[in-house]
Nanobody, 125 residues
């Protein structure tokens, strides 16, 4: 069963930065659209927050994250990144990446075929 692996979470202070990574052990992400989702404590998972289609073009689905979060991909490293800057306490949550083969801009949350376990991000002073 294909699975993604996230890393890079941790504790950050408000205004700080973190970079999350999403890798795909055993398969190539080249032909996949990859997205980031977030689940805040006690809330439903939201997303996709942003995604990168297989051609590399980024799309930001959550307006409030534009300018603070940057999604990118490095196909040579088979990794998708989420750079998070100017972090706020409301950014706290479990961040998961998901992938689906092809180029998808408006795929519903339930239609993503491959998921990771998530990485925890906590923003607190």
């Amino acid at each position: 069963q294909l699975q993604l692996v996230e890393s890079g979470g941790g504790l950050a202070q408000p205004g700080g930065s973190l970079t999350l990574s999403c890798t795909a052990p055993g398969f190539s992400l080249d032909d996949y659209t990859v997205a980031w989702f977030r689940q805040a404590p006690g809330k439903e998972r939201e997303g996709p927050l942003c995604l990168t289609i297989r051609e590399g073009t980024p799309y930001y689905k959550k307006e409030s994250l534009k300018g603070r979060f940057t999604i990118s991909r490095d196909n040579a490293k088979n990794t998708v990144y989420l750079q998070m800057a100017d972090l706020k306490p409301e950014d706290t949550g479990v961040y998961s990446c998901a992938a689906s083969r092809g180029s998808w801009i408006n795929l519903p949350p339930g239609a993503w075929s491959i998921w990771g376990q998530g990485t925890h991000v906590a923003v607190a002073s």
